[in-house]
């Protein structure tokens, strides 16, 4: 069955480093793949959308890299901040729909 | 531009009873998915919908439905309510889901409790 698998233990960081967050899923073969942020009780939140022909793209302090190999996608915040602090969820697009994981929990500390 | 609505925000609701719950996407967005989110979990796909039309349904019992209107709003309907069915129900609406790639834009969700 597909699985999309990331790390279930929250991520503390020191503010300023970078913090990098790992997705790997199974028995999918995604034309792309997105990442979102949630914080507590909203709505996520689009960040970056890399597709397969794609290994790594860039938006401010963001990156996401997307090994269609190892079936992986890396994403990574450097400098962070507080206020980056929340979940963040990948999401592959697989049988004409996207599917989420569970998402990384992400705390950044002053 | 407003963004996706849904209402109500909370609702609580006892067993074996049935729930609606609204959405209305992006103004120029005609598709709509549902998604139902338990605590410490991702989203999970339910329904989704384009030009009126189901496009995609989630691993769901029958007891949840959907419909799009002539306006492109949604709405999601659970009968027989379990205490599974708690959880924050999900509105996302984006553009023409068959285009190479979509962003899909969130609402704040709808949370369900079934006590």
């Known amino acids: 069955s597909q699985k999309i698998e990331q790390n279930s233990e929250a991520l503390n960081i020191q503010e300023g480093k970078t913090a990098t967050l790992t997705c790997n899923y199974t028995?999918?073969?995604?034309?792309?793949l997105q990442w979102y942020r949630q914080d507590p009780g909203r709505g996520p939140v689009f960040l970056l959308l890399?597709?397969?022909?794609?290994k790594e793209k860039r938006k401010e302090r963001l990156k996401v890299t997307f090994d269609t190999t190892l079936k992986q996608s890396l994403f990574h915040i450097t400098a962070s901040q507080p206020a980056d602090s929340a979940t963040y969820l990948c999401?592959?697009?697989?049988?004409?729909?996207?599917?989420f994981g569970k998402g990384n929990q992400v705390v950044v500390i002053p | 531009d407003a963004g996706v609505t849904q209402s109500p925000t909370h609702l609580i609701k006892t067993r074996g009873q049935q729930v609606t719950l609204r959405c209305s996407p992006i103004?120029?967005?005609?598709?709509v998915s549902w998604y139902q989110q338990v605590l410490g979990q991702g989203p999970q796909f339910i329904f989704q919908y384009y030009e009126k039309e189901e496009r995609g349904r989630g691993n769901f019992p029958d007891r949840f439905s959907a419909r799009q209107f002539p306006n492109y709003s949604s709405e999601l309907n659970v009968n027989a309510l379990l205490l599974g069915d708690s959880a924050l129900y999900l509105c996302?609406?984006?553009?023409?889901?068959?285009?190479?790639?979509?962003?899909?834009?969130f609402g704040p969700g709808t949370r369900l409790t079934v006590t």
């Open positions: 103004s120029g967005h005609k598709s």
């Open positions: 999401a592959p697009r697989g049988n004409n729909r996207l599917a």
């Open positions: 996302a609406s984006s553009h023409d889901p068959g285009r190479s790639s979509y962003e899909q834009y």
């Open positions: 890399i597709r397969e022909n794609e």
């Open positions: 028995n999918y073969s995604p034309a792309y």
